[in-house]
Each structure stands twice: as C-alpha cells, then as structure tokens.
C-alpha cells in the first residue's frame, strides 16, 4: 500500500502498531518501527508506504 498526499490541511498523526514502514516527508524517508509514531504538520507534502 502507498498513500501520498500533497499539502493536506491539518497536522496528521500516525502510530506504528505493527510491522514497519516508511514516510516520505521533507524530502527524506524515515523508517517507521512497532511503537513509533510521528506528527506531520499541516500543508507538508508526504508519501506513507508499508515494507
């Protein structure tokens, strides 16, 4: 599964509950591990993919 999103209107949250997978934001990709989390704020382009 892969989700982009370009300059949504509000901040957006997400939890890693299980698995991992990897944000896009700021131009960079972050990996996303069981019991993580992170903010993106409103108006950031970002791409959301499983692996």
Do not use: H, N, P, Y
């Amino acid at each position: 599964m892969k989700v982009s999103r370009v300059e949504q209107s509000g901040t957006f949250m997400m939890a890693c509950l299980e698995g991992e997978g990897q944000v896009l934001a700021d131009g960079r990709w972050q990996t996303i591990r069981v019991g993580s989390g992170l903010f993106i704020t409103a108006l950031c382009d970002e791409c959301i993919q499983e692996i």
